[in-house]
Nanobody, 115 residues
Framework: QVQLVESGGGYVQPGGSLRLSCAAS????????MRWYRQAPGKQRELVAV???????TYADSVKGRFTISRDNAKNTVNLQMNSLKPEDTAVYYC?????????WGQGTQVTVSS
């Protein structure tokens, strides 16, 4: 079945950086929009960044200018470069592959920003 596996989460101090990666398998990767979501404790899951199959990117206002989403169709991976991290970025980050009638999710990776 389709698998999305996130990696790269961890603990970082405010102002630091992390790079998340999501490796997809058993999927026509280039045909999917790839998204990163996050969910903080007690909060709803929120959309962080999107990159379409045409490489168009969009970001939540809260991360604009700090996060960059990119994809490598040859490697079936999508990345999220996170800079200038803030404590409010602390959450479980999820990778999502989406096209009409299809939605796939990874298991999530924890990002903790704290001094």
């Amino acid at each position: 079945q389709v698998q999305l596996v996130e990696s790269g989460g961890g603990y970082v101090q405010p102002g630091g950086s992390l790079r998340l990666s999501c490796a997809a398998s058993r999927i026509s990767f280039s045909n999917y929009a790839m998204r990163w979501y996050r969910q903080a404790p007690g909060k709803q899951r929120e959309l962080v960044a999107v990159i379409t199959s045409s490489d168009i990117t969009t970001y939540a206002d809260s991360v604009k200018g700090r996060f960059t989403i990119s994809r490598d169709n040859a490697k079936n991976t999508v990345n999220l470069q996170m800079n200038s991290l803030k404590p409010e970025d602390t959450a479980v980050y999820y990778c999502n592959a989406h096209r009409i009638l299809y939605d796939y999710w990874g298991q999530g990776t924890q990002v903790t920003v704290s001094s």
